[in-house]
């Protein structure tokens, strides 16, 4: 008998490695807008249409790349951002998998425009299905613009498994509030067919969060600031009268990065304890800082997990340091009667 084991093409490995990197368009929207931060990039747009299933494209006035740099960016584990892997545990970037251009690439049409500064003429890729079926000579701004149209054009099954535009839309601009909130002094717009959603100026931290959730959301926030070993905690809480009948306004940033964390969440709510009503979720908005040697963020394809070495430590900081803000503004508790 002959052997059996043969090595799959790439473009057969990048679309199955897709399959974990890309779910829906939101996915690819937060791979595009990371990749734009990681270039240093002072403004990005972002153009949608038809929530995202006809095309997904990204503006930045980031650092570009050369026409070599462009074509070897749609390679699987081609990356500018580590080289080893104790890199991973010194990251600043948010991306180091080399895994999501190749991933999109795979599985819609893509083209990528792109000049450095220091180059005149800048390049243009075109790639459907892993191929590239033309770069030429682009007289493109100095930056990024790469436009993802027709997801899963080959993956019918995928494409089927799509909600509807208000929903895919939603996770869309989830997606888009979570980077911008994570980076108030870049400057974001989401334009979605004809209408344009957000438009936001660089700022701070407070008013990047009013911009995104309304005028009256300034008031409502108590600050919050700890400084210890092993973490330095920022941002706010929403004052307990604010608390929202749903978790929507509840985010957590680790170095930058927006993360989920039901641990970590309940040490909020624990340091709320006795002001909610019930079935309330306080808001919050808090910037962790720790150092990357600290966490593991390679335990999941998206990202949005991180494993901390000493999480009983940040469950009992976060708590009372959100207790004591609480306190000193003097946030009283919620009387019985009004139950
Ligand atoms: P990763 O972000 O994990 O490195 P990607 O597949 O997202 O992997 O991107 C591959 C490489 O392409 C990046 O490391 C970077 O060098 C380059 N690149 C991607 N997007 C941009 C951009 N908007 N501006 C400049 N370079 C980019
Ligand atoms: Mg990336």
Not at 58 to 81: N, P, Q, W, Y
């Amino acid at each position: 008998m002959s052997d059996v084991i043969h090595l799959l093409p790439d473009h057969v490995a990048n679309q199955i490695a897709a399959g974990e990197v890309v779910q829906r368009p939101a996915s690819v929207v937060k791979e595009l807008l990371e990749n734009s931060i990681d270039a240093g990039a002072q403004n990005i747009q972002l153009y949608i249409k038809e929530a995202g299933k006809i095309l997904i494209k990204v503006v930045d006035d980031g650092v570009g790349m050369s026409i070599t740099d462009a074509r070897l960016s749609f390679e699987r584990h081609a990356t500018s951002k580590i080289t080893s892997a104790e890199d991973l545990f010194r990251l600043n970037t948010k991306g180091f998998r080399g895994e999501a251009l190749a991933s999109i690439a795979a599985i819609a049409h893509v083209e990528l425009k792109t000049r450095r500064e220091t180059e005149e003429v800048g390049t243009c890729i075109k790639i459907e299905g892993s191929h590239i079926t033309s770069q030429e000579p682009s007289s493109t701004a100095k930056g990024t613009s790469i436009s993802v149209k027709n997801l899963f054009y080959n993956i019918p099954a995928r494409r089927n498994f799509l909600k509807s535009d208000t929903v895919e839309m939603r996770h869309i601009i989830d997606e888009f509030q979570r980077v911008a909130l994570a980076h108030p002094k870049i400057a974001f717009s989401l334009i979605h067919n004809a209408s344009e959603l957000f438009q936001l100026p660089g700022s701070n931290y407070r008013q990047r969060i009013t911009n995104i959730l309304g005028g009256k959301t300034n008031e409502k926030l108590v600050p919050v600031n700890e400084e210890t070993e092993i973490i330095k905690i920022s941002g706010f809480v929403g004052k307990p009268e604010f608390a929202k009948r749903t978790r929507g306004e509840q985010f957590f940033f680790v170095n930058d990065r927006y993360i989920k964390s039901p641990y970590l969440n309940h040490a909020v709510t624990a340091a709320f304890e006795g002001l909610l009503k019930d079935k309330a979720y306080p808001s919050y908005f808090l910037y962790l800082t720790v150092d990357p040697g600290s966490i593991d963020i390679n335990i999941h394809p998206t990202k949005t997990e991180i494993k901390f070495d000493d999480d009983h430590a940040l469950y009992a900081i976060l708590r009372s340091s959100i207790k004591h803000s609480l306190g000193q503004f003097n946030v009283a508790p919620v009387l019985d009667f009004e139950r």
